[in-house]
């Protein structure tokens, strides 16, 4: 089947089918005599076990493990097991973190008045994070407009 076929079927686009390929995440796809990349079903498996890794939250470098210990019929499930709680303590990482990031904007946006004054907690604890603003820091205004002066076509 073509790349097309394969990837409505995989559910993994043709983009990243051919990254898949480019990486070595895949090996190459056979090619028929016109030069079409021909995928068969067994590609198509494999495709749905990176997909399925993917929405699992398994980076691409893991994945890769992940395929190797697929293939070896002689593996052992504890190194799949500790790849898979390695990602699951990751994973617990990125949500304290991002519930960090958002009780932090909720309090921040409690702390604003949102009203017409230039004052503005929100930013002065952006700048209090960085250096002093460059010289030039107007630059950016001058090149944007406000969004209740943006014009919608």
Known sequence: MNIGDASSRSGVSAKMIRYYEQIGLIPPARRTASGYRDYAEADIHMLR????ARDLGFPVAEIT???DLWCDTGRR??????LAQAR????RQKIAHLQEMA???EDLARSCAG?????????RNLEAATS???????????NRTHPKERITS
């Open 49 to 52: 076990f990176i997909a399925r």
């Open 65 to 67: 493990d992940l395929l």
């Open 77 to 82: 499930s504890a190194d799949v097991k500790a």
């Open 88 to 91: 699951v303590r990751d994973l």
């Open 103 to 105: 009780e932090t904007l």
């Open 115 to 123: 009203n017409d004054r230039p004052e503005c907690p929100i930013l």
């Open 132 to 142: 002093p603003a460059p010289d030039d820091c107007g630059h950016h205004a001058r």
